[in-house]
């Protein structure tokens, strides 16, 4: 096989509050910089990055434009154009307009299809638009789940054969934390009750926090537990509405977490509550799952994939069955016990070394060298 010199927009990777896609581009690529190959990497920034968050490694190159609009589409789009490297790997949705030879894109999700009403008007006509032109340009696609790719040919009528499968991994740093003085750190960090419920995510209508919180209340309400909070850790996203939360007793806000805090957070919650309306993978399920936190999620999108048979899986339109779910799972301790034991398996199956071994045979074939 001969060296092949691969791009890579890694312009999300230096994000100071980084969530799913950030997280995603950051791991992956440090996972394919780790792998013995005899490619060079040539990576792109909007600005300089971090001296510590990528190792400094003789194949890899890095290299920082500095245009302050349009960086995709003009910046990184000439830079393509001057050096022509083999294949072009964007880790999230839009490649640039136009670019030279060939090139692989990850497309995470179709949320603005599935809930419009969820993104403001610019952003779904900017996503549909990108993606859609992305994935008819590019040589190959990766799909984070199976839901992901049939979204993909059923609405953008892209073939099956254009669409590889390639699982996300979780972060090895998570763990299960069981220093009662850590754990009591973070709550006090971030004002949390003893025991709590827990959601993780950004704050936007598709994450169906609304219904969530109306659920834990009839739950509080029927139960008579007071004693359990339902914690919402994570920062406010598009359309967030604060009388999702207005008039809820239980009911704490922690903003953005830190990552050095999110290990901590899991461990200390009596379970994930995850009900999420529409999903491309949905890390948290896994996260939880890794720090021994049993998971209530949706039957929806890829949350069942990704769950399998190590969570609760509810309606996440039905407030009854969610405030029933959080009754088993608050009072059935072997319930809670079988779950955590079937979520270390079941998270697993997710990691960042298999990730990057599949997206680079991928690469290597859009490129034509691996055939």
Not at 185 to 197: H, I, K, N, S
Request: glycine residues 6%; proline residues 6%; positive net charge.
């Amino acid at each position: 096989m001969r060296p092949l010199t691969i791009a890579i927009d890694a312009s999300r990777t230096t994000a100071a509050r980084r969530t799913g896609t950030e997280n995603y581009a950051l791991q992956l690529l440090r996972a394919l910089l780790a792998l013995d190959t005899p490619h060079r990497f040539r990576l792109y920034f909007r600005n300089d990055p971090p001296p510590d968050l990528l190792p400094d490694l003789p194949h890899v190159e890095r290299r920082v434009i500095r245009v302050p609009r349009l960086w995709t589409h003009i910046g990184f789009a000439a830079a393509l154009w001057r050096t022509r490297p083999d294949v072009t790997f964007v880790p999230a949705h839009t490649l640039p307009l136009a670019f030279p030879g060939r090139a692989v894109v990850t497309v995470h999700d179709l949320g603005y299809i599935y809930f419009p009403e969820a993104h403001p008007g610019f952003s779904r006509r900017y996503l549909d638009w990108t993606t859609r032109t992305s994935a008819r340009r590019a040589t190959r696609i990766l799909a984070d789940s199976l839901a992901t790719a049939r979204d993909l040919s059923a609405h953008y009528d892209v073939s099956p054969n254009k669409i590889a499968l390639v699982y996300p991994g979780v972060d090895t740093s998570l763990a299960r934390v069981t220093d009662a003085q850590r754990l009591a750190q973070v709550r006090a960090r971030y004002g949390l009750p003893q025991t709590y419920l827990l959601f993780v995510g950004t704050l936007q209508p598709r994450k169906n926090i609304a219904r969530l919180v109306r659920s834990y209340a009839r739950w509080r309400r029927e139960s008579g537990r007071v004693d359990v909070g339902l914690v919402l850790a994570g920062q406010q996203g598009w359309l967030f509405d604060p009388r999702w939360t207005e008039g809820v007793e239980g009911v704490h806000l922690t903003g953005y977490v830190d990552d050095v805090d999110v290990a901590a957070l899991y461990s200390g919650a009596l379970a994930l509550v995850f009900p999420s309306l529409y999903e491309g993978f949905g890390f948290p399920v896994v996260e939880a799952m890794r720090c021994g936190t049993p998971v209530i999620t949706s039957t929806t999108s890829s949350l069942p994939e990704v769950a399998g048979d190590a969570a609760l899986l509810v309606n996440p339109r039905d407030e009854a069955e969610i405030a029933q779910a959080i009754d088993r799972i608050v009072t059935d301790e072997a319930l809670r016990a079988a779950l955590i034991e079937r979520g270390y398996e079941q998270a697993g199956r997710f990691t960042w070394q298999r990730a990057a071994e599949q997206t680079l045979r991928v690469l290597e074939q859009a490129a034509g060298a691996g055939k």
